[in-house]
């Protein structure tokens, strides 16, 4: 796929054996997914800049996304940490030095959660003078159901996955105004990621029935949209092959300025490359 200058994706994560993985979430045994795996990868999504999320299997060990950046290099790479309220603001310090940028509240099931919705304000207002942002990656029913908690966020918040808005009803879930209210607020931000996640017709198709949600999105707040390629894809075995993401990402953002908004000049902003 031809490459836009500075394009991101803005949702990976990072095995390394090197790394201990301290919770049994998902069984990544098997697949190559160091850093050194997806720059081999990344051609084929036509970026060059990425940010790592720190998968659950670590909990709140967050040493293989800061080494994974070290790697890629600050100038191409950002991190998304999980963390406990009993980290220490020195230990905050140290993880944005080390190219993090934001938090994640992985809580769309409890099996595995490192975290409890409980954390998250008193968090949140940790990072505040950080300029970090929180990620969440709740289920549509949680939006809805957190609402109110929602709206105290004192820091800006991505939600992940599109919202994790179910078919075929997506457009019409209470979540779906919700979030799009917070995103043409400036105080939301959305990932156009995972579309396997909630898809009925499958890889076969090119996840065709996410289409028209990912047209909702783009129509409501272009300018509050990042693309990630979810990559090594650890919910979806056997995974989507890069020429499928790839194809996927065209479909979806067939005019250039769109490109140029989505894939570079938005998270240029969100990630501060």
């Known amino acids: 796929m031809d490459a836009l200058q500075h394009a991101c994706d803005a949702h990976i994560h990072v095995f390394d054996p090197r790394f201990s993985e301290t919770l049994a979430a998902d069984d990544m045994s098997s697949v190559a997914a160091a850093a050194d795996d997806y720059r081999r990868v990344q051609p084929h999504f036509g970026t060059s800049r990425v940010v790592i999320v720190t998968p659950r299997n670590y909990d709140v060990d967050n040493a293989v996304t800061v080494d994974a950046i070290r790697q890629l290099g600050q100038e191409r790479a950002r991190g998304i940490a999980t963390v406990r309220p009993d980290i220490t603001d020195r230990q905050l310090e140290a ?3 080390g190219g993090i940028r934001g938090l994640r509240f992985t809580l769309y099931t409890p099996d595995h959660a490192p ?7 008193p968090l949140a207002q940790r990072i505040r003078g950080l300029g970090w942002h929180l990620q969440l990656h709740w289920t549509a029913a949680q939006i809805v159901e957190h609402r109110a908690l929602v709206e105290r966020l004192p820091v800006q918040f991505v939600f992940d996955h599109f919202a994790r808005l179910p078919l075929p009803d997506a457009l019409t879930h209470p979540a779906c105004a ?9 105080r939301a931000w959305l990932k156009l990621s995972a579309p396997y996640l909630d898809s009925r017709s499958g890889a076969a198709s090119g996840y065709a029935d996410m289409n028209a949600l990912a047209r909702h999105w783009i129509d409501v707040a272009p300018d509050r949209l990042v693309w990630g390629s979810d990559w090594p894809h650890t ?17 979806w953002f067939a005019s250039p300025a769109i ?12 990630y501060g490359f």
């Open 95 to 97: 993880l944005h030095a």
């Open 115 to 121: 975290t409890r919705f409980d954390m998250i304000e």
């Open 178 to 186: 919700l979030v799009t209210g917070w995103l043409r607020e400036g």
């Open 235 to 251: 919910s979806k075995q056997p995974p989507p092959s890069p020429r499928s993401i790839a194809a996927t990402q065209r479909a």
């Open 259 to 270: 490109r140029q908004q989505i894939l570079v000049d938005n998270p240029a902003a969100l």
